[in-house]
């Protein structure tokens, strides 16, 4: 791993593609070669690093495997060892049934004894093709259990970590790695490690046949496949950094083709007519791609086959000594055929184990990204000993000093921000963008802690609550709200997941969002399929959505009410309505919302304004105005643009 991430370095380093790959020039650096080993000593030494491992990377699959299915994984166990010895078996049975035969003819032997040979090489051959079937299904049935177990483990992780770790643009990559790739790597490399068992198995069992014929050919047997090997494993480890280097670029081909093809960019991609540009993107990086694969699966397999013929060259030189020596009689014809047999064997398993190590090496760096995954403790969990929510939550909020920078920023998001918000007050938040609002939601929700500072419900440090209770206490919709495909009733159900199918409920939640009357006139109603997803799903607009997902905050009663920009996407007359609704939806509750249009900030009971993460001004509208400072410039500056409009006489 630690020569992987050297040579991460160094691709950042040597990369020419920018990242995004929607310009500059489209190049792939080529497969790193400094490196390289030179000398025998050296590779050793590398492969005895990368056999250490890959090796223990092993407990930990065969864990995951036997948690997948024990029994599937004893019987495969049994299979391999069986099918590891049966080449040898089916070599040897040749062999005595050619031996019987050549005694026959020259009368030392029964046709009796050829049957039951015969019979003895039906038997091994019957083992043959059932064991190989029971390969065939116990391997699909262990595939399809373990790639469910691996993506539930996937996907119980993923919803306790924190946000922090989807927001990081290196944490989400491994999550993503984790999520699509590691679910088909455990079963392979389990494959490749019992394929490197069977391989042991037929190899050594081969190798003990030879040394019985004759040691010296044994010997050869085993000299003559090393130059193949060695081949093999320089193409192999180039071929695997080759894939590696190249990983990246398909991954901007992918996104050039997902721009392209999916029907949310299409609208933007025709007006600025970007399409024939991203194909040609397209076009060129996957040229480039092609040619350095062509160049190398080329030469790989020229130099593989020209050490390989040398391999054949000496097999076929011994095969003539052995045929010589059966003419002179020192040799049966049996010992012939088992040659032959087992040099081949031998050959297959030496390039079969090679195969099968490079496939674990492999799968073993692509499992070290899940197990890293798996491992990462979520950072926000509850205290050994939470505190227990009181069965009425006033809603009181205080924030003390708070202070907060995002991870790997370099300027603080939130800086000593303190202020206090009464049980029951409505507090419209307000700032330029960027100023910190969303962060403070997120703080609040305890998406995020604080990098100093307190923030306190009912006077009590939030980080002494359960997450997820604290998280009950909160009715919230962000500005990136989600459009679930599935029916308006489930939309708007999940906001409380108690009354999923609560329909009384439901249609309260739609008609305080205002939603009400629309999903009444949609062609199920409530029962509705909203989304493309869908054959006969509706299409909703921008603002129809927001609506929804403002009835899904609605839908749970709790006592703070969290709305970003809950209106961005509103119709006026729509945004006027949510709000004169508002005193009655926030009644009893303490409300936070963000917005950008003054006329609907006025009517909180206290405004709150943020600026470059600082708190600027904080108080009613009445006492922010008579300030005269940065409040009643921004709502001055937008009351003018409108006043400007109205006709005199107005
Ligand atoms: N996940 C993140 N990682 C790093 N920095 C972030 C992240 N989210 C926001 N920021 C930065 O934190 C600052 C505050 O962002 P925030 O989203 O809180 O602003 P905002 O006031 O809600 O803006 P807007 O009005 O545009 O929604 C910004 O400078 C932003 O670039």
Redesign the pocket.
Known sequence: MEFMLARRGKRRAAATVPDSGLTGPVDIPEAPSPEKPKDLKSRLARMRTSIAGTVRGLPKVARLTWQASPALTILITLITLLSGLLPTVTAYVAKLLLDSVVAAIQHQATTTDIVRVAVIQFGVLALTAISSALTTVAQTLLQERMTLTVRHQVMAHASELHLAYF?GSASYDVLRQAAQEAPRRPLSMMNSALGLVRMTITFSSMIVLLVVISPVLAVVALLAPIPAFLSQSKYGARTFWQTFLMSPIKRRMDYLSSLVTTDNYAKETKLFGLGPYFVDRFRKLGEVSYERQRKLTVKSNAASTTWGLLSTLTGSVIALYIALEAVGGRLTLGDLALYTAAATAVQTSVSGLFTAFSGMYENNLYLDTLYKFLDTKPEISAPAEPRPFPSTVDGHIEFRSVTFT?P??DEP?LDGVSFEIRPGETVAVV??????????FKLLCRLYDPTSGQILLDGVDIREYDPVELRRQISAMF?DYVTYQGTAAENIGLGDLDRLEDRPHIEESARRAGTDERIERLPRGYDSPLGRWFDQGVSLSGGEWQKIALARAFHREAPLLILD?PTSALDAQAEHDLFSRLRELASGRTTLY?S?RFSTVRQAERILL?EN?KVAEYGTHEELMAAKEGYAELFTLQARAYLDEVPAGC
Do not use: F, P, V, W
């Open positions: 927001e995002y790997g920023a998001a700032g330029r963008n960027g100023a910190g609002k969303s962060t403070l500005q920009e963000i950008h943020l993460g």
